[in-house]
C-alpha cells in the first residue's frame, strides 16, 4: 500500500517538474536574489553608517577631553580656574575642570570635571564625591568603562602599589599608590566613605559589564 502511494507521489511529482518552464523559473530566482543582494546592501551601507557616526562621537569626545586637558594645564600656571564653555558651550557651561587624572602604566590621561553627568562622563572622568583633588579626603572619581582603552575600561588590569597621578589646580601634582582592589554591588556606598583618618585618597568607580557590580581602586598619598 505505501509503496503505491509512494509511487503516485513520485509521478504527480515528475509530472509537475515537466510543467514548469525551465526560463521562468530562472526569472523567478534571479529576481529574488536580486532583492535579497539590494537588502543586503542597504544592510551593509546602514550598518557602515552607523559604526561611523559611533566613531566619530567616540573621536569628538576624546579630542574634546585632550583640548579641555591641554588647556587646563595651560591656564593653571597662571592660578585660574578652567571651565569647559571656553572650549565647547554644548552642555558643558559652568562644569569647572577641577584637575588631571594621569596612569601611565594604562597609558591614559583625563582632565576631570567637578560635576558629575551622563553628558560629561562621555567626555572624561567626573567626581563624584569628596573633595578637590589632592586635599585631606575620599576624591571619588567615576569613569566609564567601554570594554575597550578609554577612560576607565582597564583600570581592572591595575595591582597593588600601581601609581596614579593627580595634579590640582594648583599645577600640583602628586602621587596615589594602590593598596585595595575590590568589587560590590551598586547599592553599595562604603566606597565613598570620608573617614580618612587625615590621608588624602582617591577612589576610581566604573562598572563592571559582565557581572553588574561596581570596580573599586582604592589609593593613598604616601
Known amino acids: 500500500m505505501n509503496q503505491i502511494i509512494f509511487n503516485s507521489y513520485k509521478d504527480n511529482l515528475k509530472n509537475d517538474m515537466k510543467n514548469i518552464d525551465p526560463i521562468k523559473y530562472r526569472h523567478k ?3 529574488f536574489f536580486k532583492i535579497l ?3 543586503s546592501i542597504f544592510l551593509f551601507l546602514f550598518l557602515l553608517f552607523f559604526y561611523s557616526f559611533y566613531r566619530y562621537n567616540l573621536n569628538r569626545e576624546a579630542s574634546l577631553s585632550n583640548k579641555l586637558k591641554d588647556t587646563f594645564k595651560i591656564t593653571t600656571l597662571y592660578g585660574s580656574s578652567y571651565t569647559a564653555s571656553k572650549i565647547n558651550n554644548n552642555n558643558l557651561s559652568d562644569n569647572s575642570i577641577i584637575g588631571i587624572i594621569k596612569i601611565e602604566k594604562l597609558n591614559i590621561e583625563y582632565p576631570i570635571f567637578n560635576s558629575f553627568s551622563d553628558e560629561l562622563l562621555k567626555i572624561a572622568p ?3 564625591h569628596g573633595p578637590l583633588p589632592n586635599q585631606i579626603g575620599n576624591l571619588c572619581i567615576a569613569g566609564h568603562n567601554y570594554d575597550n582603552n578609554k577612560f576607565f575600561s582597564k583600570i581592572h ?3 597593588k602599589d600601581d601609581v596614579i597621578l593627580i595634579t590640582d589646580l594648583n599645577n600640583k601634582t602628586l602621587k596615589y599608590y594602590i ?3 575590590s568589587e ?7 566606597p565613598i566613605n570620608q573617614l580618612t583618618n587625615g590621608e588624602k585618597e582617591i577612589t576610581l ?3 563592571n559589564n559582565k557581572t553588574d557590580t561596581r ?5 593613598l598619598n604616601k
Open 205 to 207: 568607580i566604573t562598572c
Open 37 to 39: 543582494f539590494i537588502l
Open 157 to 159: 588590569t591595575l595591582s
Open 126 to 128: 567626573c567626581k563624584f
Open 215 to 219: 570596580l573599586i581602586i582604592k589609593a
Open 29 to 31: 530566482h534571479k529576481f
Open 184 to 190: 560590590v554591588s551598586t547599592s553599595n556606598i562604603s
Open 179 to 181: 593598596y585595595e582592589i
